[in-house]
């Protein structure tokens, strides 16, 4: 399935002074695949080393770090020469392998000329273990597949360009935003984990069959990120981290709105009421990357992150596929849209994980009093305030105070409804399905 982050590799392959590539992200991502394709397709040849399934290839890397030796070796272990200025070398799960990590300095020292990608899960967790090589490597994130991928992924590549061509003087069809609203709903029971979507598309033709099938695959992975906080984190941490963890998507019940409240955590683990004891196990589902940690503020002013308390934030699942299964939703609810406020907690997540796959950027979210904007987007020295509507009634009084009080240049919702950007009146309305092409203007 193509990628939008093989042109980034490409680009990267392309720099003068490039440096060994980490490619980071959480499990299931595509990792492996995307720079095994990235080798087919843009080298003549590319090398593979696994460093969890391959031991002899970690022992290399225990003498010196002298990068022509340690690619000889490798060569002679994989029985194939690494031309160091034409073929791609491949460092996979390089967490399990701390020398190989600090073997990168050396690459980018001496030998600048090879094209050397890494990947590892959980790194996150790993890289504060060794002597890392500061400086001397580039990073890229690999996320959940975007909307836009799975329409990709598809084959519905008249709503991708559809999508792409639009601009802020576009409005949309009633026929075309009906078929993407059908689109979205089937990625909100998906989500952008490429296996999932793959295990959607080989059987989309009996949809029911499709979906179960998805569903199943969901909670198949659901139980490899267990096993991973098991392995990873010890046993009374894990218990810990693995109740925060379920407790987040549980935490939707106690929305009476639809809008997606501070995370609480009392009732998760008895005697354990205060962040300060749970501190540790957010920063570990933040470096595992299982969690997306939005700040609350309660006054707006650039820079946003001054105003943050370490303790008051929402929390939202990386995947919406993921919070789906493990909300226990039965895909014919989300089909149907029928499933009650926790639409409002998935347009959320949605918005959230789209928002993160197009740029990167730091989200905050404003609440003052029992005034609330789900999320504040900074962009070119300027503030944005983003409310999202999981369905078609757009009202919002948080909105008009938001905008009396701190007089955006403009401001967004995100719903049900279609397009509708209003220059005049500085009012900017997107479907929800178009977060990853926002803003248009």
Same mark, same amino acid.
């Given at each position: ?6 042109q ?9 002074? !490039?440096?060994? +590539?980490?490619?980071?992200?959480v499990?299931q ?5 995307i720079?095994k394709?990235f080798?087919q397709?843009?080298?003549p040849?590319?090398?593979y ?5 391959n /031991? ?6 225990s003498? &010196?770090? &002298? ?5 000889? &070796? ?6 194939s020469k690494?031309?160091?200025? =034409?073929d791609?070398?491949?460092?996979d799960e390089?967490?399990?392998?701390? /020398?190989?990590?600090?073997s990168?300095?050396?690459f980018?020292?001496q030998?600048?000329e ?7 899960s959980?790194l996150?967790?790993? %890289? ?5 090589p ?7 994130h690999? !996320? ?5 991928e799975?329409l ?5 590549q008249?709503?991708?360009?559809y999508l792409?061509e639009?601009?802020?003087l ?6 075309m935003?009906?078929h %993407?609203? =059908? ?6 029971i998906?989500?952008?984990l ?10 989309k033709n009996?949809?029911f069959?499709? %979906?179960? +099938?998805?569903r199943?695959?969901?909670n &198949?992975i659901? *139980?490899g990120? *267990?096993?991973?906080?098991?392995k990873?984190?010890? =046993? ?11 407790a ?25 009421d205060?962040? /300060?004891? +749970?501190?540790n196990?957010?920063?570990? %589902?933040?470096?595992a990357e299982l969690i997306i940690?939005v700040?609350?503020v ?8 001054a105003?943050?308390e370490e303790?008051?934030? =929402?929390? $939202?699942?990386?995947?919406?596929g993921?919070?789906?299964?493990m ?13 009650g ?16 796959a197009?740029?990167d ?5 404003w ?13 070119d ?6 409310e ?10 948080? +909105?008009?105070? $938001? ?6 240049? *403009? ?6 409804k ?5 220059l005049?009146?500085q009012?900017h ?5 178009m977060a990853y ?5």
């Open positions: 399935m193509k990628r939008l982050i093989l980034d590799l490409r680009n990267w392959k392309r720099q003068k002074n !490039r440096k060994p +590539l980490i490619l980071k992200g499990r991502t595509g990792k492996t695949y720079l394709y080798g397709t843009d080298f040849a590319y090398h080393i696994n460093f969890e399934r /031991q002899n290839a970690a022992s290399l890397f003498g &010196d770090f &002298d990068p022509k030796r340690i690619l000889r &070796d490798l060569g002679f272990l994989l029985d690494i031309d160091e200025k =034409k791609l070398l491949i460092f390089i967490q399990a392998c701390p /020398q190989a990590l600090t990168l300095k050396y980018a020292e030998l600048p090879l094209a050397l990608c890494c990947a590892g959980l996150g967790l790993h %890289l504060g273990e060794t002597s890392f500061v400086g001397k490597v580039d990073f890229f690999m !996320r959940p597949m975007c909307f836009a799975f990709e992924a598809n084959e519905d008249t709503s991708l360009a792409n639009c601009t802020e576009n409005s949309i069809s009633s026929v935003h009906a %993407l609203w =059908k689109q979205f709903q089937l990625y909100l998906t989500g952008g490429p296996e999932v979507v793959r295990t959607f598309l080989e059987s009996d949809l069959a499709a %979906l179960t +099938l998805v199943k695959k969901q &198949d659901v *139980y990120y *267990y096993a991973d906080i098991a990873h984190a010890g =046993k009374v941490n894990a218990m810990h981290i693995d109740r925060v963890w379920q987040i998507p549980s935490q939707l019940a106690q929305s009476q709105d639809g809008s997606t409240k501070r995370f609480q955590f009392k009732g998760i683990i008895p005697g354990i205060r962040y /300060q004891r +749970l501190a196990v957010f920063d570990w %589902l933040l470096a940690k700040p609350i309660s006054h707006v002013e650039l820079p946003l992150k105003y943050t303790s008051h934030f =929402k929390l $939202y699942m990386f995947d919406v993921i919070l789906g299964a909300s226990d939703l039965s895909p014919k609810a989300i089909l149907d849209y029928n499933y406020t926790y639409k409002g907690y998935f347009a959320e997540n949605f918005i959230a994980q789209e928002f993160l197009r740029s950027i730091k989200l905050y979210s609440h003052e009093n029992r005034a609330e904007i789900e999320f504040l987007y900074a962009m020295n300027q503030i944005i305030p983003i999202v509507k999981s369905g078609n009634i757009t009202r919002s009084q948080s +909105l008009n105070k $938001y905008v009396e009080k701190y007089h955006p240049p *403009y401001r967004v919702v995100f719903s049900a279609g397009l509708n950007i209003d005049v009146n009012y309305h997107y479907p929800l399905y092409w926002f803003p248009l203007i």
